[in-house]
């Protein structure tokens, strides 16, 4: 089970409103690559780890996504608070509101909503470790493009936060891959599925 | 300008982001002496500072709120909100 701490992983606290910024940073919340997809990847995948190690490593990695789903939200949430209509219309933030009025709703910047044809559960843990090194590296890159938009010094601030939180988390996927490796034929693990060939 | 209330809480976060950052580190080493006792000592260091800063400023779970004349988890803000965190 899950249990809720009322504490961010690392403060957000946003001193100037900015929807223009808001409708870029929303793709590391509900975006191909987003934190919401990273989150529903690691938790889903760990029922076929073969290994307490790699689903230690899904459980707690996913578990820490879920914070940096918050962090990202409480970004939005304070990047849009006390707008006027004017401020709405001119930022080009009326497409968004339209539909969400200033709540916080996980979609990419280019308005498609979350969706879970943005990740993948395998039931191969090779397959799955793969893909879960490379969203990693996507999410970095994203965090690498909202830094080269945005001179807002309270979010880049938790924008490198975050950035570093991916490469940390890059790492310990592989070695969680190696170990796998290691603990199946290393000649050649592709000979059989752990999850699922008995 | 800090007050007391976010003085506590950065480092108590420090503490929890270290013991966090710790926990990941042994999924992939179990058995690493130095990351075991760096664990631990991180540990000690968070469970204290929770404590003291629970004791302050109210729980931050629901299962450890207070609950005698009003129900504590919906006294404190929640973090997204500017300020609290």
Known sequence: MFQYEKVLQYPVNIKTPNPALAKVIISQLGGPDGEVGAAMRYLNQRYSAPCR???????????????????????????????SVKEIKESGFDAYFVDHTAGV???????????????QVKGDVITDLNEDMAAEQKARTT?????????????????????????????????????TIDRLDDKNYYIMNPAFDR | MENNRQ???RKLMAARFALHDAEL??????????????????REQMEKLRNEYEAEFGSLTAAC???????????????????ES
């Not at chain 1, 709703?105 to 990740?119: E, H, K, L, Q, R």
């Open chain 2, 65 to 83: 709120a207070k609950a005698d004349e009003r129900w504590e988890w919906v006294c404190g803000a929640f973090p997204w909100e500017r300020g």
């Open chain 1, 105 to 119: 709703y996980p979609t990419a910047a280019s308005g498609f909503p979350w969706t879970a044809a943005s990740m």
């Open chain 1, 143 to 179: 965090y690498d493009n909202i830094l080269r938009l945005s001179d807002d010094p309270d979010v880049n601030n938790v924008m490198r936060y975050l950035r570093e939180r991916e490469i940390v988390h890059y790492q310990r996927f592989g070695e969680a891959l190696r170990r």
């Open chain 1, 53 to 83: 190690e790699v689903q230690a490593i899904l459980t707690d990695i996913g578990t820490e996504e879920l914070g940096h789903m918050e962090m990202v939200a409480a970004i939005l949430y304070q990047l849009t608070r006390n707008l």
């Open chain 2, 7 to 9: 003085k506590a809480l």
């Open chain 2, 25 to 42: 580190y042994l999924d992939s080493h179990p058995d690493c002496q130095e990351g075991l006792r760096y664990f631990r000592a991180k």
